[in-house]
């Protein structure tokens, strides 16, 4: 299983490092939410294109794997250790579906973010997506023990949360071509979210 998944997960990850490492400055400390194995971190610190000079990406998980290639800190998955915009940016990749409580977790992130939160994640919009959605979070995690709650919004829940959390949305991606070949019109595509939410507009109003 992890054969097959290892082509479609390297390319999942050269899409999200093509569209995170342009936001990031120089110098930026950067929190992976549920980062899992960390690969994530890693590979936008080794972006092709060059991530920017002194960034810092660090890991917070619930159930910490050990052997990560970032620094990653365990907490209880409710209240992060951290003061209130002590880091630049946090992204939240495919972790709010797995996430009982993702408003909660959603607030967490907005409070520690000095400027944006990146969320990755599905959307659904009818019963057939979500049985495709379904059907590919079993496939993707199932094998790694990361539980499913087989919960997913919509683009319209989508837009409610940042008022949410008195952020605003910079820009936002409806569709990715996040996986290779023939798997991406199934699985990709309109089934993918991504969006880059600013947390500092009120501090710039
Ligand atoms: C599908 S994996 C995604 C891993 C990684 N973000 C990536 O994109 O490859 C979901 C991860 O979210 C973690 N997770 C779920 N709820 C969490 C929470 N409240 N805080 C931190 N991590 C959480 C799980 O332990 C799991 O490692």
């Known amino acids: 299983m992890a054969r097959m998944h ?3 997960y ?3 990850l050269r899409v999200l490092v093509a569209q995170i490492v342009p936001c990031l400055r120089a110098g930026d400390r950067v929190l992976d ?5 960390g690969t994530l971190g890693a590979a936008l610190l080794a972006a092709p294109l060059g991530c920017p000079a002194g960034v810092v990406v660090e890991g917070l998980e619930r159930v910490v794997r050990g052997g990560e290639p970032i620094k ?3 907490y209880d998955g409710k209240v992060m250790p951290l003061e209130d915009k002590s880091v630049d940016v946090v992204i939240v990749a495919d972790v709010l579906h797995h996430e009982e409580q993702p408003d909660r977790l ?3 992130c907005a ?3 000095r400027r944006l939160v990146i969320i990755k994640d ?3 919009s009818g019963a057939l997506s979500k049985w495709r959605v379904s ?3 079993w496939a993707a995690n199932a094998p790694y023990g990361v539980p499913c709650l087989f919960r997913y919004n919509t683009l319209a829940q989508w837009r409610g949360e940042p008022a949410k959390f008195n952020a605003t949305i910079e820009h936002e991606l409806t569709s990715m071509d996040l996986y290779p070949g023939l798997w991406n019109p199934v699985f990709g595509k309109d089934l993918q979210y991504m969006v880059f939410w600013r947390t500092d507009k009120a501090e710039n109003a």
């Not at 939410?33 to 194995?37: F, L, P």
């Open 135 to 137: 059907l590919m979070d």
């Open 122 to 124: 599905h959307r659904i």
């Open 72 to 74: 990653v800190h365990a």
């Open 106 to 108: 959603l607030r967490e």
């Open 6 to 8: 290892k082509p479609i």
């Open 111 to 113: 409070r520690v973010s």
């Open 10 to 12: 390297e390319h999942r």
């Open 33 to 37: 939410v549920g980062c899992g194995n």
